[in-house]
């Protein structure tokens, strides 16, 4: 699962074919019911063993919910993408360093919390060891990704 923009493609990042990873995308990589219903059909049904949580540098949606109004507050149907994301940037605030670089990182983290406890398919699947979920960062100045759990698999370039 990762955000929606277009310099962040699985495939590219991790070298792989079409029809070899699964995508979920959407900015700021948050993870709503259609998302996670879609990770559950991938885990469930396709035996999916390994999910993602990948946020990236310079996220324009993490940007966003930073100049939003307290909350994630915004115009239109943007709140129902800034609100999920507030929460890191409240915790980002309270930080050294670069706020939306903090909250990127909060906010998968946040959302790799959400999608491991989210019952009954993925809590499941995870408590019973077949399914990891893990969180990664990835950067656009350098094109590395950084995995923020020690489970993580070792296919990163």
Known sequence: MTCADSRVAPEIIFDQG????????VAGNVAGNDEIASLEYAAEHLHTPVIVVMGHQK???????VEAKPGG?????????LTPISSAVEKAKKLQGDVVENAV??????VVEELRTSKPILSEL???????????????????????????PQTAK
């Open 73 to 81: 507050e915004a115009a239109g149907h943007l709140s129902a993408l």
């Open 105 to 110: 990182r909060i906010n998968v983290e946040n």
């Open 18 to 25: 079409l029809g070899d990873v699964f995508d979920v995308r």
């Open 59 to 65: 996220c324009g949606a993490v940007s966003a919910a």
């Open 126 to 152: 995870v408590s019973e060891g077949k399914l990891t979920i893990v969180g990664a960062v990835y950067s656009l100045d350098t094109g590395k990704v950084t995995w923020l759990s020690e489970s993580a």
